[in-house]
């Protein structure tokens, strides 16, 4: 129904990010294939795309959320922060189990890097 975007520069053929994006491990609304990482596009679970060529480095990124008038801590929030192309794009995920199962998949299957420098 809709195409996937590209959020890098680099681009893949539309047949192999069908193919990949249909047996992608899924972690809540991202996606990491062979070929690429799917993440939430336009409120669309796994619509966008990095090409994993294109990823330089992953790491996770915790902050704490406040009250607005109480400033009372209510808890953390974690993001997937993905350098690539010279930048740094942060995702939010629900469940920080779930990105750190995602973080172990990135070590497992590719050569990427994760954690900060």
Sequence with gaps: ????????????????????????????????????????????????YIPLSAIERVYKRLAVSKGAFEGKIYGTLCYLVVRFDGKEKAFRFTHEENLDAMLNDFREKTKIPVGKV
């Excluded at 539309?14 to 062979?34: A, M, Q, W």
């Design 1 to 48: 129904m809709f195409p996937l975007k590209a959020l890098s520069e680099q681009k893949l053929p539309p047949e192999i990010l069908k193919v990949d994006r249909k047996y992608c491990t899924e972690y809540e609304s991202f996606g990491l294939g062979d070929k690429a990482l799917y993440v939430e596009y336009l409120a669309l679970d796994r619509r966008g």
